[in-house]
């Protein structure tokens, strides 16, 4: 059986339905893209983002481009325009973000709205063990991601070009809010006993706001980065679909995810022996974040983040769930993900216990 890192690795064929007019795109790159020249060879990534992903080869230089997939869309989904800003923003700070070469808002172009970004050559990791990379290096990469996430929730945004970018403050009043919404709008998917308690449970949980607001990411995992392809430096962060203002440590929770996440979707680190493996543990992680961050050693409420970020997750599972019920995500992928949702809520309330709930 492949691995979670062949499945998703590498780039092929275009797959059926998200093809489009290479011709057109072709005349827009020769007039918007300073530097293309064809001919161009279009290929699909093989990694399982929402916003369909392509690699474009030409003679003298590769690109990503990331777009909006075809049929009808939520309003606020998809939003690969602000991809686009926020990438752009990033890269020009010095954050290893890769460098944007244009926005099409055009549908006649494509079919979708679409932007074109830098080829960044590098490494993914699939599996938040790093089997793949030997115990002397394992420290360093984690260390380089630690480091990455930390130097983004440093940046003020105002300062960047960024103050517009989201709502500031009552960050996780209002996430709680939405996706507990969307779980119980969702009838199609069912109800799950534990999403019904932490429905409950968490608005009336919320720590004390420090008051802190930074660039979040949304989805800061180790395959949602490149990595240089010999030494532990994170190259570029990518997918920022789910970017915004918000709380860093909403952010930095859902990455800290990977040391108790129960084997839904990346596999997570539980039942490893860490020592053994050359990874540092959850507490030295999270001292390390805290140190670059200007915070006091240690986060009290870590059991409360993850126990929102666990929900947070399930929620997304269990609306998953209602398209695969409703026939509008039919793959087998999306099946097997939507049998995760009770597995992962049961893990958040888990973790609601060990804050007292």
Known sequence: MATRQEQMSGAGAVREGLGFDEGALDAWLRANVEGYAGPLTVRQ??????????????????????????????????????????????????????????????????????????????????????????????????????????????????????????????????????????????????????????????????PADDGRVSIVHGDYRCDNMIFDAHEPKVLAVLDWELSTLGHPLADFSYHLMMYRMPPVGTPGLVGHDLAALGIPSEDEYIAAYCARTGRPSGIPDMDFYIAYNMFRLAAIIHGIRGRVVRGTAASAHAKKTAEGVEILADHAWTQALRAGA
């Not at 989904?77 to 070469?101: N, S, Y």
């Open 45 to 206: 990534f093989n990694g399982g983002q929402s916003n369909p992903t392509y690699q474009l080869l030409t003679p003298t230089r590769n690109y990503v481009l990331r777009r909006k997939p075809p049929g009808q869309l939520l309003k606020s989904a998809h939003a690969v325009d602000r991809e686009h800003k926020v990438i752009t923003a990033l890269h020009a700070a010095g954050f290893p973000a890769p460098r944007t070469f244009g926005l099409c808002t055009d549908d006649a172009v494509i079919g979708t709205w679409f932007y074109v970004m830098d080829c960044v050559e590098g490494r993914i990791i699939w599996d938040n063990a790093f089997p793949d990379v030997t115990r002397a290096d394992r420290p360093a990469h984690f260390d380089a991601m630690n480091a990455t996430i930390a130097q983004l929730h440093n940046f003020d945004p105002e300062t960047i070009g960024l103050g517009d970018f989201g709502k500031s403050g009552n960050y996780f009043e209002r996430q709680i809010g939405r996706w507990s919404r969307q779980y119980l709008e969702d009838t199609d998917a069912g109800r799950v006993p534990s999403m019904d308690r932490l429905v409950e449970w968490l608005p009336a949980n919320i």
